[in-house]
T-cell receptor, first 111, second 113 residues
Framework: GESVGLHLPTLSVQEGDNSIINCAYSNSASDYFIWYKQESGKGPQFIID?????DKRQGQRVTVLLNKTVKHLSLQIAATQPGDSAVYFCAEIPETYKYIFGTGTRLKVLA | ETGVTQSPTHLIKTRGQQVTLRCSSQ?????VSWYQQALGQGPQFIFQ???????GRGNFPPRFSGLQFPNYSSELNVNALELDDSALYLC????????????FGNGTRLTVT
Protein backbone atom coordinates (compact mmCIF):
# COMPACT_ATOMS: atom_id res chain seq x y z
CA GLY A 1 0.00 0.00 0.00
CA GLU A 2 0.99 3.64 -0.22
CA SER A 3 2.95 5.29 2.51
CA VAL A 4 0.87 7.34 4.92
CA GLY A 5 3.54 9.97 5.37
CA LEU A 6 6.99 10.49 3.92
CA HIS A 7 8.43 13.23 6.17
CA LEU A 8 6.92 12.48 9.54
CA PRO A 9 8.91 12.53 12.80
CA THR A 10 10.17 8.99 13.28
CA LEU A 11 10.72 6.97 16.43
CA SER A 12 12.83 3.83 16.04
CA VAL A 13 12.77 1.25 18.83
CA GLN A 14 14.12 -2.24 19.29
CA GLU A 15 11.60 -5.05 19.35
CA GLY A 16 10.70 -5.76 22.95
CA ASP A 17 11.52 -2.28 24.21
CA ASN A 18 8.92 0.23 25.38
CA SER A 19 7.86 3.09 23.07
CA ILE A 20 6.74 6.55 24.07
CA ILE A 21 5.05 8.79 21.52
CA ASN A 22 4.32 12.38 22.48
CA CYS A 23 1.74 14.89 21.36
CA ALA A 24 1.06 18.52 22.19
CA TYR A 25 -2.48 19.82 21.85
CA SER A 26 -3.58 23.39 21.50
CA ASN A 27 -7.19 23.92 22.56
CA SER A 28 -7.89 24.42 26.28
CA ALA A 29 -11.51 23.50 25.62
CA SER A 30 -10.57 19.98 24.53
CA ASP A 31 -11.88 17.51 27.07
CA TYR A 32 -11.55 14.25 25.17
CA PHE A 33 -8.49 12.76 23.49
CA ILE A 34 -7.86 9.74 21.31
CA TRP A 35 -4.83 7.91 19.95
CA TYR A 36 -5.10 6.33 16.52
CA LYS A 37 -2.79 3.96 14.65
CA GLN A 38 -2.61 4.14 10.86
CA GLU A 39 -0.96 1.42 8.82
CA SER A 40 0.01 1.92 5.21
CA GLY A 41 -3.00 1.85 2.90
CA LYS A 42 -5.52 1.84 5.74
CA GLY A 43 -7.63 4.29 7.69
CA PRO A 44 -6.85 5.31 11.27
CA GLN A 45 -7.61 2.62 13.83
CA PHE A 46 -8.70 3.46 17.39
CA ILE A 47 -6.18 2.51 20.09
CA ILE A 48 -7.21 4.19 23.33
CA ASP A 49 -8.99 7.30 24.58
CA UNK A 50 -8.99 9.44 27.70
CA UNK A 51 -11.25 12.13 29.08
CA UNK A 52 -9.98 15.26 30.78
CA UNK A 53 -11.10 14.14 34.24
CA UNK A 54 -8.38 11.48 34.12
CA ASP A 55 -4.57 11.66 34.04
CA LYS A 56 -3.86 8.10 33.00
CA ARG A 57 -5.64 5.24 31.31
CA GLN A 58 -4.36 1.77 30.57
CA GLY A 59 -5.29 -0.71 27.88
CA GLN A 60 -3.71 -3.88 26.65
CA ARG A 61 0.02 -3.03 26.31
CA VAL A 62 -0.82 0.66 25.90
CA THR A 63 -1.07 3.54 28.38
CA VAL A 64 -2.13 7.10 27.69
CA LEU A 65 -1.01 9.94 29.95
CA LEU A 66 -2.62 13.37 29.94
CA ASN A 67 -1.03 16.51 31.36
CA LYS A 68 -3.56 19.30 31.09
CA THR A 69 -1.25 21.86 32.66
CA VAL A 70 1.14 21.78 29.72
CA LYS A 71 -1.38 20.44 27.17
CA HIS A 72 0.56 17.26 26.57
CA LEU A 73 -0.50 13.73 25.75
CA SER A 74 1.65 10.63 25.49
CA LEU A 75 1.15 7.06 24.34
CA GLN A 76 3.26 4.34 25.88
CA ILE A 77 3.48 0.96 24.18
CA ALA A 78 4.95 -1.85 26.25
CA ALA A 79 7.08 -4.61 24.71
CA THR A 80 6.89 -3.13 21.21
CA GLN A 81 6.28 -5.68 18.47
CA PRO A 82 6.86 -5.54 14.68
CA GLY A 83 3.09 -5.25 14.21
CA ASP A 84 3.19 -1.95 16.08
CA SER A 85 5.05 -0.32 13.17
CA ALA A 86 2.72 2.38 11.85
CA VAL A 87 1.98 6.10 12.03
CA TYR A 88 0.39 7.22 15.30
CA PHE A 89 -1.89 10.24 15.59
CA CYS A 90 -3.32 11.96 18.62
CA ALA A 91 -6.66 13.72 18.30
CA GLU A 92 -8.14 16.38 20.55
CA ILE A 93 -11.86 16.93 20.61
CA PRO A 94 -13.05 20.38 21.70
CA GLU A 95 -16.49 19.99 20.11
CA THR A 96 -18.59 16.91 19.50
CA TYR A 97 -18.39 17.16 15.72
CA LYS A 98 -14.78 18.19 15.19
CA TYR A 99 -11.75 16.00 15.86
CA ILE A 100 -8.40 17.79 15.50
CA PHE A 101 -5.53 15.49 14.56
CA GLY A 102 -1.85 16.05 15.13
CA THR A 103 0.73 15.62 12.37
CA GLY A 104 1.62 12.08 13.40
CA THR A 105 4.70 10.11 14.43
CA ARG A 106 6.04 7.13 12.51
CA LEU A 107 7.04 4.23 14.74
CA LYS A 108 9.62 1.82 13.32
CA VAL A 109 10.28 -1.40 15.20
CA LEU A 110 13.75 -2.82 14.64
CA ALA A 111 14.21 -6.56 14.78
CA GLU B 1 -20.72 -5.84 13.05
CA THR B 2 -20.07 -4.26 9.63
CA GLY B 3 -17.37 -1.62 9.57
CA VAL B 4 -17.13 1.57 7.54
CA THR B 5 -16.72 0.92 3.83
CA GLN B 6 -15.71 3.43 1.18
CA SER B 7 -15.75 3.38 -2.60
CA PRO B 8 -13.89 3.62 -4.83
CA THR B 9 -10.50 2.86 -3.29
CA HIS B 10 -8.58 4.82 -5.89
CA LEU B 11 -9.62 7.48 -8.38
CA ILE B 12 -7.84 9.65 -10.93
CA LYS B 13 -9.48 12.85 -12.13
CA THR B 14 -8.48 15.85 -14.20
CA ARG B 15 -8.39 19.39 -12.87
CA GLY B 16 -11.80 21.07 -13.23
CA GLN B 17 -13.76 17.83 -13.08
CA GLN B 18 -16.20 16.78 -10.39
CA VAL B 19 -15.99 13.70 -8.17
CA THR B 20 -18.34 11.78 -5.87
CA LEU B 21 -17.02 9.53 -3.11
CA ARG B 22 -19.23 7.11 -1.22
CA CYS B 23 -19.33 5.77 2.33
CA SER B 24 -21.40 3.22 4.22
CA SER B 25 -21.34 3.79 7.95
CA GLN B 26 -20.81 1.15 10.61
CA UNK B 27 -24.00 -0.56 11.72
CA UNK B 28 -25.60 1.23 14.65
CA UNK B 29 -23.95 4.55 13.81
CA UNK B 30 -26.03 7.56 12.74
CA UNK B 31 -23.37 10.23 12.17
CA VAL B 32 -20.87 10.43 9.32
CA SER B 33 -17.80 12.66 9.13
CA TRP B 34 -15.45 13.26 6.23
CA TYR B 35 -11.76 14.03 6.53
CA GLN B 36 -9.05 14.93 4.01
CA GLN B 37 -5.57 13.54 4.61
CA ALA B 38 -2.75 14.95 2.50
CA LEU B 39 0.47 12.95 2.29
CA GLY B 40 2.49 13.33 5.47
CA GLN B 41 -0.31 15.08 7.36
CA GLY B 42 -2.98 14.21 9.86
CA PRO B 43 -6.62 14.03 8.77
CA GLN B 44 -8.33 17.44 8.40
CA PHE B 45 -12.04 17.76 9.23
CA ILE B 46 -14.24 18.60 6.22
CA PHE B 47 -17.76 18.21 7.64
CA GLN B 48 -20.12 16.02 9.60
CA UNK B 49 -23.65 14.85 8.79
CA UNK B 50 -26.39 13.87 11.21
CA UNK B 51 -30.05 13.35 10.38
CA UNK B 52 -29.26 14.08 6.74
CA UNK B 53 -28.05 17.60 7.53
CA UNK B 54 -24.63 19.17 7.85
CA UNK B 55 -23.83 19.29 11.55
CA GLY B 56 -20.50 21.11 11.48
CA ARG B 57 -17.92 22.13 8.91
CA GLY B 58 -14.18 22.67 8.80
CA ASN B 59 -12.21 25.19 6.77
CA PHE B 60 -13.12 23.89 3.32
CA PRO B 61 -14.68 25.88 0.43
CA PRO B 62 -18.31 25.38 -0.69
CA ARG B 63 -17.20 23.26 -3.65
CA PHE B 64 -16.88 20.49 -1.05
CA SER B 65 -20.40 19.30 -0.33
CA GLY B 66 -22.03 16.20 1.03
CA LEU B 67 -25.15 14.19 1.51
CA GLN B 68 -26.38 11.74 4.10
CA PHE B 69 -29.10 9.25 3.23
CA PRO B 70 -31.84 7.73 5.44
CA ASN B 71 -29.74 4.57 5.84
CA TYR B 72 -26.92 6.79 7.21
CA SER B 73 -24.67 6.23 4.19
CA SER B 74 -23.05 9.35 2.78
CA GLU B 75 -21.49 10.98 -0.25
CA LEU B 76 -18.75 13.57 -0.54
CA ASN B 77 -18.87 15.69 -3.69
CA VAL B 78 -16.05 17.92 -4.85
CA ASN B 79 -16.59 20.29 -7.77
CA ALA B 80 -14.01 22.10 -9.90
CA LEU B 81 -11.18 19.85 -8.77
CA GLU B 82 -7.81 21.43 -8.11
CA LEU B 83 -4.40 19.77 -7.99
CA ASP B 84 -4.25 20.37 -4.22
CA ASP B 85 -7.36 18.24 -3.77
CA SER B 86 -5.17 15.19 -4.31
CA ALA B 87 -5.35 13.35 -0.99
CA LEU B 88 -6.77 10.41 0.90
CA TYR B 89 -10.41 11.05 1.75
CA LEU B 90 -11.55 9.32 4.90
CA CYS B 91 -15.07 8.66 6.05
CA UNK B 92 -15.77 8.00 9.72
CA UNK B 93 -18.95 7.05 11.51
CA UNK B 94 -20.05 7.44 15.10
CA UNK B 95 -23.12 7.78 17.27
CA UNK B 96 -24.48 11.26 17.91
CA UNK B 97 -24.29 12.30 21.53
CA UNK B 98 -21.40 11.97 23.96
CA UNK B 99 -17.93 12.24 22.50
CA UNK B 100 -16.73 8.84 21.38
CA UNK B 101 -14.18 7.37 18.97
CA UNK B 102 -14.68 7.81 15.26
CA UNK B 103 -14.56 4.59 13.28
CA PHE B 104 -12.77 5.13 9.98
CA GLY B 105 -12.94 3.43 6.63
CA ASN B 106 -9.79 2.79 4.61
CA GLY B 107 -10.35 5.85 2.47
CA THR B 108 -10.44 6.81 -1.18
CA ARG B 109 -7.14 7.89 -2.72
CA LEU B 110 -7.94 10.77 -5.11
CA THR B 111 -5.32 11.94 -7.58
CA VAL B 112 -5.99 15.11 -9.57
CA THR B 113 -3.82 15.62 -12.66
Amino acid sequence: GESVGLHLPTLSVQEGDNSIINCAYSNSASDYFIWYKQESGKGPQFIIDIRSNMDKRQGQRVTVLLNKTVKHLSLQIAATQPGDSAVYFCAEIPETYKYIFGTGTRLKVLA
Amino acid sequence: ETGVTQSPTHLIKTRGQQVTLRCSSQSGHNTVSWYQQALGQGPQFIFQYYREEENGRGNFPPRFSGLQFPNYSSELNVNALELDDSALYLCASSRQGAKSPLHFGNGTRLTVT
